[in-house]
């Protein structure tokens, strides 16, 4: 199977033969792209109006009791605005939503109050995947608030709950995209009967941060109804965007400014007892207390302190089958990193990142930390991070010191401009050697600017930025840039980007796992519409990435023509075909099993189909397949199905099981490689304050099973109780077993 995708041949596909060539042809693609965002910054100056401005609901002070009962009588309510006359999303946003909302809001001198009625129109129960927080959005009816208090289109915080009472809450960025590891104190209830659901919540004013003296916020609110297969909102937003799409906010009008919250200072403190046996059969106890501290400097600017944190109770890392070059990226889980944490972690792009956080106190013990995070005003947002590790003997690691400065100013309507500089110090070696110092540096550090494009209408997107790493040997003194630009329309998608990583860049508290190389990439895709039948939208996508040397020498690329199709009932289907070229520049096992390597300079070509299926989200019984069939390293054969399989007794038990096959045929000394890959799950969610899951995991490429088992009480509002069981068996050839039991209890009081 040959074939060749039809893309700009100049650019992308007809590689020069000679180097000066693929220089000229780099330089004139980056020209060209920092000329169209330099050309979006000033068409977009001129196009800042918000778009939904005209969207405006009011909110009055209450003297008024309101009880959060989910019933929605209490007298409060009656001289309220009412936000209806929702406009549908998909399956298509050229009219207004069958199924009928109401949301009614107010306030008091301590809380935010919102009510929220679900009037049924299509018969048929409510689907609700489990009582769990933070549920997944495309598996739930529900309902969710987003609230931008600087009314800046970029920031703000969600609000939520499914039909069965289970609470959502994050922190939102970028314009659109929210990180639900953000918890925070409020109540919430609802109530459900054949003919509609109602949802009642407090948010208190301290649980939020906002400026002062400001009577007008952002404000949009977002259902899902997966009988009808209708997703709706208050302000109109166009299908190809999220709901979450902030450029399409509408406006939360106070008849005075909300009151001041005050001083807000929370300390949070835990206990924990653990029992844990090692590899070496070795079994210790250990009891710990520590904590976070919480302080408003401002209505919009907090500290957060941190002592002897502890992160037991932090779910464990789903298993991959690795068979890449190169290091795979875990996402940070940890509570302490994630408030305001795109201010620190989305510098850059996912493979070149100046700052990533699970560098720090992964294997060694975190002493302290410090954080200084939120918006100064409307236009200018800080990040401060100061985090100190302890030292470990054995292995000569010294104390080190971890600093992190973001600072990000707001331009035109919705772009941005950020500065972001990254330090990590070596403070006191335990065994101070030239060898250990060549281990663990003296210093690295990192310096970089970066632009966000973000047009009023949400476009355009698009970003441009420069890093400068410093260490203490010229090795490690290196430069990275970068810059993309996207178009999303309802019919047609593209983007453009080019990446130039520097051979000496080096990011120790980032991730940046490919160094060297110049890499340019592109995709184009078009969606059709049929008025009629089960299919909602489909069209073609092509892609295209080829990675370069220095010194602009083709190492490897990679050409795809795929076909999607969007069904009605929010299903989904895809097949690809992919051309991949790779050149070795290092040694390589291609099936990841400590086998022989692939020589360095060796040239690799195949063809290969991929497709995936995803069934629709309102049955019981959900599956999604995909699988990839084709060549390999050395004219080889490679094979890989993989599959999650689940079933709900909803709300209460939600089972999945994850399956990945691989097949892998090479010529000897590899011969026929075949491993899988098991993960089963079972979450329990008794009350919406109860949880038990169980998560067994069995990757046979690393020969380890994994069980990790955890019950939580959150027995009140942002305060828990965790028991959690974890055991690690290596199987043969490797031996050797771990297990730990850990207890622990945190409560959270505030002034």
């Known amino acids: 199977m040959n074939f060749r995708v039809l893309t700009p041949k100049s650019l992308i596909f007809n590689i020069p033969k000679t180097n000066h060539q693929i220089k000229h042809i780099f330089k004139a693609f980056m020209k060209f792209l920092l000329r169209a965002l330099l050309l979006s910054m000033i068409l977009f100056q001129a196009n800042a109006q918000k778009k939904n401005a005209s969207f405006r609901l009011h909110i009055k002070k209450t003297t008024l009791p309101i009880t959060i009962d989910g019933i929605a009588d209490d007298a409060a309510w009656k001289d309220t605005d009412v936000a209806d006359d929702f406009f549908m999303i998909l399956p298509m946003d050229d009219r207004k939503a069958e199924e009928h909302s109401e949301i009614r809001m107010a306030y008091d001198d301590k809380n935010l109050y919102l009510v929220a009625t679900f009037f049924k129109n299509t018969p048929g129960p409510y689907y609700v995947e489990s009582l769990r927080r933070d549920f997944s959005f495309g598996k739930n009816d529900n309902f969710l608030l987003f609230l931008d208090p600087f009314n800046n289109q970029t920031t703000g915080f969600s609000f939520g709950s499914n039909a069965a009472g289970a609470q959502w809450d994050g922190t939102m960025y970028e314009g659109s995209r929210i990180d639900l590891n953000w918890d925070t104190k409020w109540v919430s209830k609802v109530r459900q009967d054949e003919e509609k659901w109602v949802f009642e919540m407090a948010v208190p004013f301290k649980s939020i941060r906002y400026k002062g003296g400001v009577t007008e916020w952002g404000i949009n609110f977002s259902r899902l109804d997966l009988n009808a297969s209708e997703k709706s909102s208050w302000a109109p937003v166009t299908r190809q965007f999220p709901s979450s799409s902030m450029a399409f906010s509408g406006v939360l009008v106070w008849d005075a400014p909300p009151p001041s919250p005050g001083t807000n200072i929370s300390v949070i403190p835990y206990i924990l007892g653990e029992t ?231 990011a120790e508290v980032g991730f940046v796992p490919r160094n060297g190389y110049v890499n340019i990439n592109s995709f184009i895709g078009h969606l059709f519409y049929p008025k009629k039948g089960n299919v909602l939208s489909h069209g073609p996508v092509l892609s295209s990435s080829y990675f370069f040397t220095g010194n602009m020498e083709r190492t490897d690329n990679q050409n795809t023509l795929a076909y999607e199709l969007n069904f009605r009932n929010r299903s989904s289907l895809s097949a690809e075909l992919v051309n991949e070229y790779v050149e070795l520049l290092s040694a390589f096992d291609p099936t990841r099993t400590d086998k022989d390597a692939l020589a360095i300079g060796s040239e690799h070509r195949w063809n290969a189909m991929r497709f995936a299926y995803q069934s629709k989200p309102q049955s019981m019984f959900t599956y999604d397949i995909s699988g990839r069939v084709g060549g390999y390293y050395v004219d080889g054969d490679r094979i890989n199905i993989t599959s999650e399989i689940g079933y709900r007794f909803q709300p209460y038990v939600n089972i999945s099981t994850a399956l990945s096959y691989n097949n892998i045929k090479l010529p000897a000394p590899w011969n026929t490689t075949q491993f899988w890959l098991i993960g089963s799950e079972v979450d329990i969610t008794f009350t919406n304050k109860l949880f038990l899951s169980t998560l067994y995991q069995y990757n046979e490429q690393s020969k380890n099973f994994n069980l990790n088992s955890r019950f939580q009480w959150r027995y009140k509002p942002a305060s828990d109780l965790f028991l959690v069981y974890t055991n690690n068996h290596m199987l043969s050839p490797y031996t050797g077993r771990n297990w730990s039991l850990t207890l622990k209890l945190n409560y959270w009081f505030n002034n």
């Open 276 to 506: 844990n046996t090692d590899f070496d059969g070795v079994t210790s106890n250990e009891t710990k207390i520590g904590g976070d501290i919480k302080v408003s400097l401002t209505s919009s600017l907090n500290l957060d302190l941190t002592v002897n944190p502890d992160f037991s109770q932090v779910e464990v890392d789903r298993q991959v089958t690795n068979l890449d070059r190169y290091e795979l990226f875990f996402p940070e889980k940890r509570q302490f990193f994630l408030e305001n944490g795109d201010l620190f972690a989305n510098f850059g792009y996912p493979t070149i990142r100046p700052f990533f956080s699970r560098r720090i106190g992964l294997g060694v013990p975190i002493i302290a930390g410090a954080r200084i995070s939120g918006n100064i005003n409307e236009k200018w947002r800080l990040g401060i991070m100061d985090m100190q590790t302890e030292s470990i003997e054995s292995t000569g690691l010294p104390n080190q010191n971890f600093g992190v400065l973001s600072l990000q100013r707001k331009v035109f309507g919705r772009s941005s401009i950020g500065l972001m500089f990254v330090d990590k110090e070596s403070l006191r070696y335990p065994q101070d050697t030239d060898s250990i110092r060549n281990v663990y540096s003296k210093f690295n550090r990192n310096l970089g600017l970066e632009y966000n494009l973000a047009s009023s209408n949400n476009l355009w997107t698009g970003k441009a930025f420069l890093l400068k790493s410093f260490s203490p040997n010229a090795e490690g003194n290196g430069i990275t840039q970068a810059s993309h630009l996207e178009y999303k329309s309802r019919k047609w998608n593209w983007r453009i980007q080019e990446e130039s990583v520097g051979e000496k860049y080096t």
